[in-house]
């Protein structure tokens, strides 16, 4: 026997029955899909993008992980997705409503399909993704959506494991990145009522460790709700700032008066991919941070969060040096 068929052979013993990722083609999902297959998880890609999807199979060996056309649009595509699964993960999300893509569908209908199917198939195990803040009072609603869908997962899959993340950061991630890339070119970097927000981001790298512990240690984490921030609360004015510190792109920050952003943000709403929205604006109205101290968090999984100071310097890039250029007389 080979090496290669040996491994295929351990593949197969170690999780015969596969593991289906609902949303598994984003930047969460990249991260955890290579933490799973090293588990020798066989691992499913239901996705409306297979152009998306198929650099997902580097992560793994060949055949551990399979990408295919599959909507969760009904119940039909659900169940067939979720065949003989072990274990189902949700991580669709969107973070701006958009024709075709609103909250209450994209937030609550389609984790409440793919959870009720998954009871209905014997599936295992059920990790649902959400958002830190998720509150049926809060002003965003974003929020509110978010916390009707927990409550719709629970409903069909009490067991279901549920993780908060506060903004997510990494390689390709959009928070640092396109921030970044606009302070390439702007002169000045607008800050909406002083910018004082306060968020806890949290390293993507840790969001999907704290996955792969929940299904290592069920027993800990099966109908719990863990919310994950990272070790630094930052206001968007501190992340700006830190973000200039490390591309070595400074700029001056210009306050925005909350009445002027509430006029300009239904037309900046209809830009492709807008930084600013009616519903944002409500979201950066409130703290997005881990507040109580009784919540279940990293700690509990037997993990450390990372700081934003070790992790960003290894993708936001400055202008060279020109002393290593050796352009310095």
Known sequence: MTIESTYQCNLTMSFSRPTVIFGG?????????????????????????????????ISGYGGQIVPFLNAPCSDASVAHAVANADTVINLIGVLNESRGNFYQNIHVEIPARIARIAKQQ????????????????????????KAAGEKAVLAFFPEATI?????????QDRLFNRLAARARFLPAFPVIGGGQTRFQPVYVGDVAQ?????????????????????????????????????????RPLVNIPLELAKALAPILGLLPNPLLT??????????????????????????????????????LYGPPDLEEQGTVD
């Open 25 to 57: 083609s984003g930047f969460l999902g990249h991260a955890l899909m290579a933490r799973l297959a090293q588990q020798g998880r066989i691992i499913r890609v239901p996705t409306r993008n297979m152009d998306k999807a198929r650099s997902l199979k």
């Open 122 to 145: 014997g599936v295992k195990n059920f990790i649902h993704v959400s958002f830190l803040g998720a509150n049926n009072r809060a002003k965003s609603k974003l929020a509110r959506s």
């Open 210 to 250: 704290a996955i792969i512990m929940a299904l290592q240690k069920p027993n800990k984490a099966q109908g719990k709700v863990f919310e994950l921030g990272g070790p630094d609360i930052l206001s968007v004015r501190e992340i700006l700032q830190t973000l200039f510190r490390e591309t070595k792109h400074p």
């Open 163 to 171: 993780f908060r993340p506060s903004i997510i950061f990494g390689p």
């Open 278 to 315: 009616a519903d944002l604006l409500n979201l950066l109205a409130e703290d997005n941070i881990v507040c109580d101290t009784t919540a279940l968090t990293f700690r509990d999984l037997g993990l450390t969060p990372t700081p934003v100071k070790q992790i960003l310097p290894t993708y």
